[in-house]
């Protein structure tokens, strides 16, 4: 399954896209989504749609992952972030793709086994866990752990379910 992992943010929304075949993962494409700091906020929430739906129609993946918002110091930062967090949540909704969410501490943990690792400790690891994919920025690397935290939770949960129906038999 092909899988887009989005890192949500205002100035910079990190995406990277793998593919999960059982085990196996691999790099498929990343990026980031910038908009001007100079426009209004609308129009840059725009931009970061537009620029989505473009990436979920060329690329066609199967799912998306979301990393949640944490909550800063400054509550009209958390505001706009929520903004366009939302705006991220909404693209793929649209094409009526699944949409998982995950917090920043689960994420880490799936992709270094740590809930504290810092950022580059886990864009240590992903490019450890994508051989290699050159991971360009700290966005599109944020993005793409999503995803890989994404490939194993579904991974897991598809041997649950395949446990819990032997169990019904």
Not at 85 to 102: D, H, I, M, S, T
Request: charged share 20%.
């Amino acid at each position: 399954m092909r899988i887009i992992g989005l890192d949500p943010g205002l100035r910079a929304t990190g995406w990277g896209i793998i593919l999960a075949e059982g085990n196996r993962l691999s790099h498929v494409a990343h990026g980031t989504i910038r908009t001007n700091p100079d426009d209004e906020l609308a129009y840059r929430l725009r931009t970061v749609h537009d620029a989505l739906t473009e990436l979920l129609a060329e690329w066609q993946p199967g799912a998306a992952a979301v990393e949640e918002t944490f909550v800063n110091k400054n509550p009209s930062s958390t505001l706009k972030l929520g903004q366009v967090r939302g705006v991220v949540l909404l693209a793929p909704a649209q094409l009526g793709l699944p949409v998982a969410e995950y917090a920043p501490t689960v994420i880490k943990k799936a992709v270094v086994g740590t809930g504290a690792a810092d950022k580059d400790q886990v864009h240590a690891m992903v490019k450890r866990l994508l051989p290699g994919c050159n991971v360009t920025g700290a966005d599109a690397a944020d993005a793409l752990a999503v995803a890989i935290c994404h490939a194993h939770n579904a991974a897991t949960a598809r041997v649950i379910r395949s446990a819990e129906l032997r169990a019904a038999r």
